[in-house]
């Protein structure tokens, strides 16, 4: 049964930093694709970055291109996410998501974790 657990969200002031992770378990970790995703009150939920954990390989949304660095560490099944010069709009509840199909930032992924909260003060 695949299980993904999000940590590290916190509250900081615009400008700031943080560090989320997720750790997975359940599935052969390397050959699934593996994501953030942020919704905030009253939007849909949206693509943050996506990693092809087999290859490597990154996509990040338009709006936290050179802020967020999304990392994996495949021995030990996790996945972490660099927030830097964080913005208000960043503010939202973040999600890992895992999925075997090379969705990109699609947020059609099978597998969720429960979210950990992101706040960013002005």
């Known amino acids: 049964q695949v299980q993904l657990v999000e940590s590290g969200g916190g509250s900081v002031h615009s400008g700031g930093s943080l560090r989320v992770s997720c750790a997975a378990s359940g599935y052969t970790y390397s050959t699934y694709c593996m994501g953030w995703f942020r919704q905030a009150p009253g939007k849909e939920r949206e693509g943050v970055a996506v990693?092809?954990?087999?290859?490597?390989?990154?996509y990040y949304a338009d709006s936290v291109k050179g802020r967020f660095t999304i990392s994996r560490d495949n021995t030990k099944k996790n996945l972490y996410l660099q927030m830097n010069s964080l913005k208000p709009e960043d503010s939202a509840l973040y999600y890992c998501?895992?999925?075997?199909?090379?969705?990109?930032?699609?947020?059609?992924?099978?597998?969720w974790g429960q979210g950990t909260r992101v706040t960013v003060s002005s």
């Open positions: 990693i092809d954990t087999g290859t490597g390989r990154t």
């Open positions: 998501a895992a999925d075997w199909r090379g969705l990109g930032l699609s947020p059609s992924y099978a597998y």
